[in-house]
């Protein structure tokens, strides 16, 4: 576990010492109080109703992030090799899974660093409304789940490519195709495939304050694995160099 946090702790400090981690925080804050602050019109304008508190910054935060995480994702891997520092990686005594899991780790970590400064908007609409707990949890528990499909994604494809730009695009990519295949109409034969894999239709019922067992094994099963088939690439590159 020592050696999984140094490898996290590494890339923690390396994120946070280059311009691109807040470049990426800049972005957020500012596409995620955008949304915030129609929210607060809306909650201010109509007093006396019920408002799902920042339900709406955080549900289009799952699409905002198909954008943002894919730029901290693409230096797991691919950045090593383009700084000819992988081959060193690999010649030190960490097991596979120790190396897979701490990147991991850090780029989740990131993640969940912006999601954890919308904080703030609840306690904002304090001040205007009513905070409904529960609601508000259940959309954090999906918000946060999705990061780390994201995270364990990006690492994956890190592995498979040697850019950085590469790996961006390609997360990017696959990020889009779970979120559009869920945007098939009922009369297609892809909908039914939509209901089971589109990455909206799963994270949509966290923000209506929906906790479904199904929901959550569909992010855990997909990040254990994404995080299975690094690992397996990881080891096929350790014995084929």
Avoid at 95 to 124: D, M, Y
């Amino acid at each position: 576990m020592s050696i999984t946090w140094a490898i996290c702790r590494r890339d923690l400090l390396a994120a946070f010492t280059t311009p691109l981690a807040w470049l990426v925080l800049a972005c957020w804050s500012l596409l995620t109080n955008g949304v915030f602050v129609r929210t607060l019109e809306r909650v201010h304008g109509t007093p006396g109703d019920e408002v799902p508190l920042a339900v709406d910054a955080l549900y289009l935060g799952v699409f905002f992030l198909s954008l943002l995480a894919p730029a901290i994702t693409m230096t797991s891997f691919a950045a090593e090799r383009s700084q000819g520092t992988m081959q060193l990686l690999l010649t030190v005594p960490i097991r596979e899974h120790q190396l897979v899991i701490g990147k991991f780790l850090a780029s989740f970590l990131v993640l969940a660093a912006l999601v954890v400064t919308t904080l703030v908007h609840p306690l904002v609409l304090l001040l205007v409304s009513q905070v409904n707990v529960p609601h508000l949890l259940a959309g954090y528990l999906g918000l946060l789940l999705a990061c780390a499909l994201y995270a364990a994604l990006g690492t994956w494809i890190s592995l498979l490519v040697d850019s950085p730009v590469a790996a961006y695009v390609l997360t990017f990519a696959a990020i889009a195709v779970l979120l559009i295949i869920g945007l098939a109409g009922s009369e297609s034969w892809l909908h039914r495939v939509g209901e089971a894999l589109g990455l909206g239709v799963r994270s949509g019922p966290f923000f209506r304050g929906e906790v479904r067992l199904g929901n959550v094994l569909y992010f855990a099963g997909g990040t254990a694995a994404c995080l299975v088939m690094a690992h397996a690439a990881l080891c096929a590159r350790r014995i084929h160099g």
